[in-house]
């Protein structure tokens, strides 16, 4: 499953906000999912925020799914990245859900590992 990855980009520090989405990213991927970087499109960071949404909108549109970081609401174009999704009947994952979620799923593998051996 494709999953675009949505959250607040405008107004942060370039480096930190890559590593962040690097990091859902990469989470999303140990999952199982096909993450979508919006950070990794090939547009220059100087180009309009406009067309900064056109292409991730694009991207969104290729996917199944969509995964708010926790800051999404904070970003008036992750706003309508999930507004967009949700009228299109995508799946909505949120950051939080998922960290917990997978929290505890690798502490059950752990168990069992521990239990067999």
Not at 17 to 35: K, P, S, V, Y
Not at 91 to 108: G, H, L
Request: charged share 30%; hydrophobic share 40%.
């Amino acid at each position: 499953m494709k999953i675009y990855i949505s959250g607040k980009i405008t107004g942060l520090p370039r480096q930190e906000t890559r590593q962040r989405f690097a990091d859902a990213q990469a989470l999303l991927d140990e999952i199982g999912f096909e993450a979508v970087n919006p950070m990794e499109k090939g547009m220059s960071d100087d180009a309009p925020w406009e067309q900064h949404m056109v292409k991730d909108i694009e991207m969104l549109f290729k996917c199944d799914a969509i995964y708010m970081m926790d800051n999404w609401t904070e970003s008036k174009g992750a706003q309508i990245e999930y507004d967009i999704a949700n009228r299109l009947g995508k799946d909505v994952w949120f950051e939080s859900n998922v960290r917990r979620e997978n929290k505890e799923v690798m502490r059950i593998q752990n168990a069992i590992h521990e239990v067999t051996g």
